[in-house]
């Protein structure tokens, strides 16, 4: 299951390199662990800090150099500790999150996980090597949203800047009416897309594991002379905050798309919207009611949407936009809310498609060339049953046209 | 800052004063007001690791950024700290509550300073990011980096206080939100105080 990272701590590579090598020490690839099992431990002789080659001596301490306190009982930012409070567990969260992104791990049941082989040949290689490079770069484009992303800056200049660009939940505008807890009947707009803080989070990870595998470079830094940029720009991955807002192409990065890429770690499902169960925008539980009562419908038309589009981009053709939305339409109640017009919302969240891994072009208006396939089993590994009989049964109709 | 203040001292164990403090973390409301034990997380004192100890003397290093904080917890040193509120160490104690604590424990002495403090109860706030005990007053105070979370910060804070106040009526509890001294002017002060640090340092009646 992969998902749209928006968190900071799993920013560095470096950082889940050497995470992955503590937790391959205690578990290799044949058992399972669990999510608290990437926290800090001391008293665990196998903790990160056993591994890790960024930590500062600071009177005569080990310290991460990223806590703001270094002394912090964490000790580790990225994962937090096991003393640490449950609300420091976002961080070893997001690095499980980064981790099956990359395809480092593998999801065995909801709260199980297990390293891949992937994952093995990266810890077994030399951190200072072209082998680590590869597997990282592997792992990078396995992950649908950095195709959005790299999509996304196909159309910029070799030099660009990436201030400006939105790689999250499409913003959809859709009103629906909606009954307060005093009766009071009201119109509401829901909440589909994401807050600028939380794209702007999700760029900057984007961003510095591409600087980390050759795909682009941060205009206006030296870095150290090395062919690998994970070692020539590591100073620069490894600051606390991204300080550079332009970069340039790599040709890597502009000859990527010449050939249909197969993208291992699309979005699943359940993350094809955010979770608006932990909403917290201004506007309040009336908001967060409302986004969570059509929650399954917008998960839904977005999941159709994908599945139909890489259907097609299997069999090599083009999606017809027009006559999925004259099908869907069919099963209104299923997609949309009423009183909002099905072909203005689907001419929006028709922009899922790069940040679930599956960017795609149009031409004569109506035809979507998909410019990757994405992995099924993934796209579907948390759906409803009835959510992929629905897709099908679209597809089904439409060949009916 | 002048960089050879130290004359060095002699610690029994440990760190001395200028490079390590201790701080309050993660108590709760309760725990501060009825005088419990605390748990006391370690901080270092420089936030640039610009120390170094030699033959017990501090050595400070190239990378200082001169914020002072190291020469204000010197606890051979008497001086008038008003005079070493400048903006880096403004800016220190903004992205470390820990400094901000141990800061506060030497300007506020025969007070218990804690950071991000629990409150029980659901509210959003979870923590508070600064509290200060002086015998029955009790202040809350809110690190603002932006205005327009004022008015959020200051509900959620008052929301506490009123919660609080009936579980506590022998104290006084005292809203204040410290904003950056660059940063006072473009703030509007509402029903709770917004204050810098020069201002805090006068409203509670520092050392």
Redesign the interface.
Known sequence: MALLLNRKYGSRLECLYYILTSCYKKFGTTETFALKDLKFDPKDDKNVHHYCKQL?N??DRQCCPYL??????SKCYATQSVDS?S?KSKAVSDIGGSLEALGFITRIDTRKYKISNDGEKWVKSNFNSKEWEDIARKGVLSYGVIIGFLNKIKELSDDFSYQGLYLSYPHTTEVVEYETADHTKTYIQISTDSQQDSNTRTLSRLIGWCVAVGLIEPKGVRGKESTLAHIKYQDFLNKEELTVRNFKKTSLCKTLFDNKLNIENPLSYSRLHKNAESM?ENGGEDLRKVTLQYKPKILDRRFVFIYALNHYSKLNQSLDFKKLIQVMQNHSDKFFSKGNDPVSIMETECEIADIAGIPFKIEQDSFFYAKTTINENILTQDAPITSIKLAKEIIKEMETI | MNHNFCNGCSTSAGLPKCALGLAPNNAYIEDIINGSPLFLMENFICHRAAQNIVEGKLKILDQCNDCDLCYITCPYIETDYTTLFSDRLEKVIFNDFGKASILFQVLFPNTVVATEVQVKGNFRTKRIDLVIKKRNEIYFIKFLKTIDKISFYTRSYLEVIEQYKNLFPNYTFKNICLVNTRKLDSFISVENDVLNLSNLYSFIGGK
């Open positions: 500062q600071i009177l703001n306190n270094p002394l912090n009982l409070d609300t917290r």
